[in-house]
């Protein structure tokens, strides 16, 4: 069956100060995982991604933590800026076949507060 | 270096009539797909589009939703005779290659948000 990333819902911090956006999710067979940040009334953007050969990935400001022990992920946002206020979305995918199309759960709506 | 572009961007309708939605994908991008985001919810795969392959229609909800591709560029997707429940953001995607096992970026499109009355 699909496995969705699994979110809390939200989560508010300072501005400047450092977030944590977790992912769980339950197919075992994931060996593919996605970040995407959707701004109010935009479409979804992709952030990051990390295979399963891999515990940590780092981008600019991001980086994105693996865990396939207890099947997490977590998505580390350094220094927030009002512009990171978003959706964010974990998408963990199966790299050997589907139709390629996403399915995201809630995600986490990160709010910056000034 | 256009991106994925929609329209409308809002459509307001009446219960029981038909509406297309258009997107346009990014030049080049052999994949299109559209997806169904509900207020406050997650996103939700409808349909995919492949080159002239036969489009992997296993996200329809209904047989009231349909899309076509034409000339391998611009889709539109057509729900007919709407329902209140229909009301959502929809959303266009595109990528280079679709399928394979190998994830190709999908570039999002800022969305039509329909609203049924």
């Known amino acids: 069956g699909e496995s969705v990333g699994l979110h809390l819902p939200t989560l508010s911090v300072q501005e400047g100060d450092n977030s944590i956006i977790n992912c769980a999710y339950s197919n075992s067979a994931s060996d593919y995982f996605i970040w995407y940040k959707q701004e109010s009334g935009k479409g979804p953007q992709f952030i990051i991604d990390?295979?399963?050969?891999?515990d940590k990935r780092q981008g600019q400001r991001v980086t994105v933590l693996l865990n396939k022990t207890v099947k997490h992920l977590s998505l580390q946002i350094a220094a927030t800026q009002p512009g990171d206020s978003a959706v964010y979305f974990c998408a963990p995918l199966n790299s050997g076949g589907g139709a390629d199309g996403l399915t995201f759960g809630k995600g986490t709506h990160l709010i910056i507060q000034p | 270096g256009a991106g994925v572009s929609q329209s409308p961007s809002n459509k307001v309708t009446e219960k029981g009539k038909d509406v297309e939605l258009r997107c346009d994908p990014i030049s080049g991008h052999t994949a299109l797909y559209w997806y169904r985001q509900s207020l406050g919810q997650g996103l939700e795969f409808l349909i995919y589009f492949q080159g002239n392959s036969a489009p992997d229609k296993s996200g329809l909800p209904s047989d009231r939703f349909s899309a076509e591709r034409t000339g391998g560029s611009v889709s539109t997707l057509t729900i007919q005779r709407t329902q209140q429940e229909d009301s959502a953001v929809y959303l266009c995607?595109?990528?280079?290659?679709?399928?394979?096992?190998?994830?190709?970026?999908?570039?999002f499109g800022p969305g039509t948000r329909l609203t049924v009355l």
């Open positions: 995607a595109s990528s280079l290659v679709g399928g394979g096992g190998i994830y190709n970026e999908q570039f």
């Open positions: 990390i295979r399963s050969n891999m």
